[in-house]
């Protein structure tokens, strides 16, 4: 933190200024090192792997939810069919 404070000061810029300057200077081919998990493929391929079980569960729970629905529709058809008597 001291390194980057007095290279501020040397510099008299902000530090998202010292970002953008250094961000400039990157190019396409070149490597950066990082420990963020988001960055980490095995974790990609399987947060994806879960969004996927996840739209499987959501489909499978809404056709659950459609048939639910369309048997108590036919149940509450036949209640009414018989009370009114038909």
């Not at 070149?30 to 079980?53: A, G, K, P, R, V």
């Amino acid at each position: 933190m001291k390194k980057l404070r007095e290279e501020q000061e040397a510099r008299g810029c902000s530090f998202h200024q010292m970002i953008e300057n250094f961000k400039n200077t990157l190019k396409h081919e070149d490597y950066t090192l990082t420990e963020d998990i988001i960055t980490d493929i095995e974790w990609m391929e399987n947060f994806l792997f879960s969004l996927d079980m996840l739209d499987n569960t959501t489909y499978k729970l809404q056709q659950l939810s459609f048939e639910y629905t369309n048997c108590l529709i036919y149940s509450q058809n036949e209640e009414l069919a018989r009370r009114i008597g038909t």
